[in-house]
């Protein structure tokens, strides 16, 4: 079992800043950020692969960036530029052995 809890959510004004922390019970390799905006599907926004790799999405790439603390067993979700389209929950997840494990999710408000 991997218990995710996600912190560092807002409001922000557009053009604002966020950092999104997602912190594991235990260390796991293969972690990632979704987010969920009001009445759409769920989304990857990034990912953060085994070997230290990361991945960021077309839709925030150049303004979302994704760093972790292995030592902490943390991840962090770096938001910059935001813009009204980028409100929505924001979950961190965590893949080991088939099996997915999400966080409760945080909310980020954009709006001026």
């Known amino acids: 079992q991997v218990q995710l809890v996600e912190s560092g959510g807002g409001m922000v004004q557009p053009g604002g800043s966020l950092k999104l922390t997602c912190t594991s019970s235990?260390?796991?390799?293969?972690m990632g950020w979704y987010r969920q905006a009001p009445g759409k599907q769920r989304e990857l926004v990034g990912a953060?692969?085994?070997?230290?790799?990361?991945n960021i999405l077309d839709p925030v790439k150049g303004r979302f960036t994704i760093s972790r603390d292995n030592a902490k067993n943390t991840m962090y979700l770096h938001m910059n530029s935001l813009k009204v389209e980028d409100t929505a929950v924001y979950y961190c997840s965590a893949e080991e052995y088939g099996k997915t494990y999400w966080g409760e999710g945080t909310l980020v408000t954009v709006s001026s």
């Open positions: 953060s692969e085994p070997g230290g790799k990361t």
């Open positions: 235990r260390s796991i390799n293969a």
